[in-house]
């Protein structure tokens, strides 16, 4: 109160005394009667005279809540440009709802990430997903946190987890609460899962029939076999084939490890990609003869320069060729041959392996590089086949920067052919020494006998 408002005051407190003292009131209810008076007056004057104690009040009277600020194409309100600022940056797909569920805010990595969803519209129109509708409903209506999974299917299906919460806006800002959503697309790592899953299950699978077939032999020649001469060389016969096939997946379960190990390590050696594919070609050219298979190489040895590991480029043209041999059938011809220039692949060599086998049905051809798939899996069986040579030829290319292509018509045959980067050096020839030339034989060797 300021010290003019005191003289009014006392003016009217004095004449209300007079005015009591005059009536010959009791001293108690003189007393309460003046106490209440004055009490009123101050009051009173306080409210219709008084400024307010803000020094600022002489100025304008403004309105200092802040205002909500709107972002043009990308939401209807939030609360000041800097909220704007940081969830348009965050590379987190953050979206704004409000109580009555519609999305108020979607920042761009939530645009991209869900490109169905739609400022001002339901949440449950924009993205019509069981879990996420009903764990936002939830949110909206007990204010409590959640964290839950939902999948979407935009091109393809893709999994998320997601996080929601109620944003206590106040009455300051001038918004109602909202419920904030932050969305991680867990996608990639449900895949890795599953592979890895699918891949024990298919590993301990292919081990296991093998070995169960080895066991229950050797159980019938512990037993009514036991002097049986002709049931024994036979079942010997068979025990050694499994025994064989269970080694044989072991070395790619291994070489398949080693590969993806180094996988993101590129080699540094110059060699001729052609010189390999010839080398594996003469180990297998007395295979291909003995099931009635013409193997034709068609390459130059003198080409420009690849950056490689010769070892693990020996193990791609062994798994093609003996592939190849494996499921062309009789009297099937193989052809090595240089791959003509592709603009699909510019700056880079190829090697194709063809056959004239009975093809690839078209909707196979792409899983043909997964681990452990097989067009005709008990074909594949009975030629000693793990399902993983592929893969390992995918792996192996993935190291070197290159790739696989695959063609096929059913009847026809199939081409696989293998392309990798030429060398920096423009024009550089080199033909591998006698000594590297023996190790891609020996790798070769190694890699059929093993």
Not at 90 to 108: C, D, E, H, K, Q
Not at 160 to 180: K, W
Not at 205 to 224: D, F, K, M, V, W
Request: charged fraction near 25%; include cysteine.
């Amino acid at each position: 109160m300021q010290r003019w408002a005191l003289p009014p005051i006392a003016i009217v407190t004095g004449a209300a005394a007079a005015a009591i003292s005059a009536a010959e009131m009791a001293p108690l209810a003189t007393f309460a009667i003046v106490t209440v008076i004055a009490l009123g007056a101050s009051l009173t004057l306080h409210s219709r005279i008084s400024p307010p104690s803000d020094p600022d009040a002489t100025a304008p009277t403004r309105d200092k809540s802040p205002k909500p600020v709107a972002i043009p194409g990308n939401a209807q309100e939030l609360p000041g440009e800097l909220s704007r600022i940081v969830f348009e940056k965050l590379p987190v797909p953050l979206i704004l709802i409000t109580r009555r569920g519609l999305i108020s805010f979607a920042n761009s990595a939530a645009q991209e990430t869900l490109p169905r969803l739609s400022n001002g519209q339901h949440f449950a129109h924009s993205l019509r997903a069981p879990a996420f509708v009903e764990a936002v409903s939830a949110t909206l209506k007990d204010g409590k946190d959640r964290t839950f999974e939902f999948m979407a299917y935009e091109a393809g299906d893709r999994h998320f987890e997601a996080r929601v919460s109620m944003l206590a806006l106040g009455e300051a800002s001038g918004l109602e609460d909202q419920a904030i959503v932050q969305i991680e697309d867990r996608t990639q790592t449900h895949r890795a899962e599953m592979l890895r899953s699918d891949f024990i299950a298919n590993a301990s699978h292919e081990l296991r029939t093998p070995l169960a077939s080895i066991i229950g032999y050797i159980e019938t020649l512990q037993n009514h076999a036991r002097e049986d001469p002709d049931a024994r060389e036979r079942f010997l016969q068979i025990m050694g084939r499994e025994a064989h096939r269970m080694q044989r997946l072991v070395d790619d379960l291994m070489s398949l490890s080693r590969i993806e190990l180094n996988e993101h390590v590129r080699p540094v050696e110059r060699v001729s990609l052609n010189r390999i594919a010839m080398d594996c070609a003469a180990v297998f050219r007395p295979f291909a003869e003995k099931e009635n298979i013409n193997l034709q190489v068609e390459l130059e040895a003198d080409t420009p320069n690849v950056i490689g590991d010769p070892d693990q480029l020996a193990q791609v043209f062994t798994n093609l060729i003996d592939n190849a041999i494996k499921y062309s059938g009789d009297n099937a011809t193989i052809r090595l041959h240089t791959a003509p220039a592709s603009p699909a692949n510019p700056g880079r060599i190829g090697v194709c392996v063809s056959d004239s086998g009975v093809g690839i049905p078209k909707e196979k051809i792409a899983r043909l590089t997964e681990r452990f798939y097989r067009v005709n899996v008990h074909t594949s069986r009975n030629k000693g086949g793990t399902g993983l040579g592929l893969a390992i030829v995918k792996h192996i290319l993935n190291r070197h920067r290159g790739r696989i292509e695959i063609t096929s018509t059913e009847g026809k045959g199939s081409t696989f052919t293998v392309w990798l980067p030429r060398a920096n050096a423009p024009g550089d020839v080199h033909v591998l020494p006698k000594s590297d030339t023996t190790r891609n034989e020996d790798a070769a060797s190694k890699r059929l006998t093993g």
